[in-house]
């Protein structure tokens, strides 16, 4: 719990000092509001689908990567836009098949700080966070926070994306991965 609060004030701090030009002269409160308003008023909706959880074989032995399940069969909507900074700002849902084949959902608020790869701003990556709730069988389906640190890569509508979940020795180092694609 300590490593996704520290990780919850890295982000933050990280967030904060993002440089959208619409957002120049407003204190962190009001970066936080703005943002997360803007992205809600978006009409720009994405679907999602989670393509792995790849377990670290570094952090689990063999045991356990026997019995766990990697193929995250599931799905998910969202709303997104991209600031006047080019990079992206999200609110999501998703629902999938945990490692343990139960039914895990997933909600929050992501943002990708991009990088444009090509003068059209066609292939970007980006690198950032996302911050909301996790719903897991083992809590009994009561909402856990959930900050992650979270990668993109994207060719116009279609974004291959992944966020990693810190843990301990045979729990937790998960790599999840997830495509993302632009319906309108």
Do not use: C
Not at 60 to 75: A, F, M, Q, S, V
Not at 157 to 175: C, K
């Amino acid at each position: 719990m300590i490593k996704k609060i520290i990780y919850a004030l890295v982000f933050v701090l990280y967030a904060l000092n993002v440089n959208a030009s619409e957002t120049e002269g407003m204190n962190w409160k009001e970066k936080i509001k703005y943002n997360f308003s803007q992205t809600w008023k978006s009409d720009t909706y994405d679907l999602y689908v989670p393509l792995y959880a790849w377990h670290n074989r570094l952090t689990y032995d063999d045991e356990h990567i026997d019995k766990y399940n990697e193929n995250p069969w599931g799905g998910g909507l969202g709303v997104s836009r991209y600031d006047s900074d080019g990079d992206w700002h999200a609110l999501y849902a998703m629902a999938f098949i945990d490692s343990n084949d139960y039914v895990e959902t997933m909600f929050g608020y992501a943002f990708l700080k991009n990088w444009y790869l090509d003068e059209a701003k066609d292939f970007r990556v980006g690198a950032g966070f996302t911050v909301g709730l996790t719903q897991r069988h083992e809590y009994s389906y009561i909402p856990v926070p959930l900050p992650l640190p979270m990668f993109g890569i994207g060719y116009k509508r279609f974004d291959l994306q992944a966020a990693y979940v810190p843990g301990i020795e045979n729990d937790g180092n998960v790599l999840f991965v997830w495509s993302r694609f632009r319906l309108n």
